[in-house]
């Protein structure tokens, strides 16, 4: 057992006195492919080292007892009577617990404690690490007999509906899809998905957290999605099969470029590409051509930059500082965006130097002490036998 996972254990045990099963639940990465999942597109995402483990027994209560170690909280919920929480935290778990019950699956009176070390808002998903490390625990716990396709559903319905961010399919399905040194190509219409190698003897995953999380992020989120659903609305007109930016070809929305408007337009525009670019990537990754890949990454962040709109200074001077330093093979902002990590992709000897840049340029320009991680691949949620 990990020291993570024996300080929740014993945490657990000295709250609630009885013997938990564990769960280890990982954050993500994603290789390339951003806000193309909502649009019924290709992500490429990998579940990383970075964890939470959570505990779970049950009572004889009939209510949900929950501690953050984190945070050092706790809250109890009424399972039959769910009301939102003034802790955010406590939101993720009555809108799992609110949706399966939805889904009529029966549950009873249980305690739960969970921790980690993904950080908080730097955009590696531990909301949906949360989400998914209590889903499968609850399954376990109840005997649901949930597949994880489904439990991946849970954790986007407590998104929109408990937490009020209208996310796409990757967070939830990487989290518990995952597996060690693969990328998982996700076709987020039918949920059916390919695995490809990624290789890390040479290079290693380095994340560069901004450490700036602009709050418009929920906000402009949400307002990407509608714009995308503008252009679907437009363009449907002219070709009544298409469902999603997923069905638009590049010809189509060259042709009604005036009608689109010039932001519809260029979101329209970056969907497409980005689907494409992941499609190429993984073409790369069959050739182990990292090089070819990296450049992709690249092109990522000018797409998510320029015409879609959803980095920031910060994370344009993180991909500007790390662009010309020896050793990087690719970098991009990643994720939802307005803050959060740039993921880079850097030759394993490069490393060092390349970390210590960016740490001293980045303070220099922003008076911002980065953090930077270095991850590994690993595999999605899984119960600690
Ligand atoms: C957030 C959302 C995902 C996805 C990314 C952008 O992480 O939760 O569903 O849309 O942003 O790719």
Known sequence: MTE?????????????????????SPGRVNLIGDHT???????????????????????KLGKIRAFSADMNESVVLDLNDLHKSDKHWANYIKGVVAELQKEKFKLKGFDVVFGGNIPIGAGLSSSAALEGALTVGLNKLFKLKIDRKKMARIG???????????????????????????????DCRTLDY?????HQEDNKIVLCNSKVSHNLAESEYNVRRSQCEKGVKILKKYDPEIQNLRDVSMELLMEHQGELG????KRCKFVLEENKRVHNACEDLSKDDLSSFGQRMFESHEGLSNDYEVSCEELDILVELA????????????????????????ENDQVKPFTEYISKAYKERTGIEAEIYITRINGGARIIE
Do not use: W
């Open 4 to 24: 993570l996972e024996i300080k929740i254990k014993e945490q657990f045990l000295s709250k609630y006195d009885s013997e938990p099963i564990l769960i280890n």
């Open 37 to 59: 999942d909502y649009n019924d597109g290709f992500v490429l995402p990998a579940a990383i080292d970075k964890v939470i483990v959570l505990g779970i027994a049950s009572n």
């Open 156 to 186: 986007q319905l407590t998104e929109h509906k408990h937490v009020g961010v209208k996310c796409g399919i990757m967070d939830q399905f990487i989290n518990l899809h995952g597996e060690p040194e693969k990328a998982l190509k996700l």
């Open 194 to 198: 390919d695995l490809y190698p990624f």
């Open 262 to 265: 010039p932001v519809v337009f």
């Open 323 to 346: 662009k010309d330093q020896p050793g990087l093979l690719g970098c991009r902002m990643m994720g939802g965006g307005f803050g959060g990590c740039t993921i880079n992709l850097v």
